[in-house]
């Protein structure tokens, strides 16, 4: 009887001590949040080879991590629906209200990482706000999917297990707000779409920072730019954006746009331009209209990458214009919002678009 005791009282004792190494391991696991925003990680196709036809964002977040349970092994992950939309329709007042949400997580204790998932479509303007407005060095990692996950070769479950590794990850932290996608781990200030539905559509000009390469992290370089809680931008402190709006030119373009943008209310307009920010001779008259009534007019190239060289193409200096650096003109639509919270000098609008 008393063997059988000490039995049961071992028995017991180890139980005890195999739930408390498992506790023990649940709490060394990263608390990361993942953010829904709705996008095509979101959607659902009639048919599995459905990839490009599809609804986009309607499966709900807490549904997508579901359906990724190997998460679980590496982070103890909660959902949280914000909107559910496709990012073709976010706008600056949903690109705050995302902004002070995860800003307000960060501050928490208890959450090591943010995951926000979110359409391809605007993923780099998203990405590259948050870059610039957060002040935190945990990981924030934007992510989404091209094809459905109703789809046959569905990428967003593997995506979304990647971006929850990085944001769990020490070594993503400080590295500013990530976009992940297709194994790769970019800047959120450089990554654009450039291809309307391969997988492979997330490119920077200068190469991703790294890839996730079977559940590993492999950074090989840095951003050299100032980021999150090395900018003059706080997301806590923004509660509105000027308004900036984008015309496109092309041959044969007209003053049309920018009439309408000026009689709008618009601060700002980036002409984006052919070749180095090019202006046509019936456009060169209209953007000095423009800048006479207070408007800034930020040159940009439609070209997708490169710098515009300020006096290059046009004297920026005579007309008091101001040039992109190497940002298109979606990111420099951004970035001229942010700095116009700050200042309405040209010249020092010119500093930050070539800072950041």
Do not use: C
Not at 75 to 86: D, K, T, Y
Not at 325 to 335: M, P, S
Request: proline share 3%.
């Amino acid at each position: 009887m008393q063997h059988q005791k000490l039995k049961q009282l071992g028995g017991v004792l180890l139980l005890s001590a195999a739930m408390s190494l498992s506790a023990q391991a649940q709490e060394k696991k990263a608390n990361v949040v993942v953010i829904g925003t709705g996008g095509t990680i979101a959607g659902a196709g009639a048919s599995s080879v459905n990839t490009a036809a599809y609804q986009s964002a309607v499966v709900p977040v807490d549904k997508i991590i579901a359906a990724v349970p190997e998460i679980a092994k590496i982070a103890n992950v909660r959902g949280e629906q914000i909107f559910q939309i496709g990012s073709e329709s976010f706008n600056d007042e949903r690109l705050l209200k995302l902004g002070k949400r995860v800003s307000e997580l960060l501050k928490q204790n208890d959450v090591d990482g943010i995951v926000i998932t979110h359409g391809t479509d605007t993923i780099e303007e998203t990405a590259y706000f948050l870059n610039l407005t957060l002040k935190s060095s945990k990981p924030v990692v934007v992510v989404g999917s091209m094809r459905p996950g109703t789809a046959l070769g569905a990428d967003g479950a593997l995506n979304l297990y990647d971006a929850v590794l990085v944001a769990s990850s020490k070594e993503a932290a400080g590295k500013g707000t990530l976009v992940v996608m297709n194994d790769e781990i970019h800047s959120g200030r450089d990554v654009t779409k450039t291809n309307s539905f391969k997988v492979e559509t997330f490119r920077s000009p200068y190469g991703p920072l790294g890839y996730v390469v079977e559940g590993k992290l492999m950074f090989y370089r840095l951003p050299a730019r100032p980021h999150t809680t090395q900018t003059e931008f706080d997301i806590d402190k923004i509660n509105s954006l000027p308004r900036v709006d984008v015309v496109y030119n092309y041959g044969n373009v007209s003053r049309a746009a920018y009439d309408a943008f000026v009689t709008a209310g618009a601060k700002a307009i980036i002409h984006d331009g052919t070749g180095n920010g090019s202006v046509a001779e019936q456009i060169v008259p209209v953007l000095q209209e423009v800048r006479s009534k207070g408007l800034q007019v930020v040159r940009a190239t439609r070209t997708g990458s490169g710098v515009v060289i300020r006096n290059g193409e046009q004297n920026d200096d005579k007309f008091d214009w101001v040039v992109t650096d190497d940002q298109n003109a979606q990111k420099a639509r951004i970035l001229t919002a942010l700095a116009l919270t700050k200042t309405n000098d040209s010249k020092e609008l010119q500093k930050i678009l070539w800072k950041y």
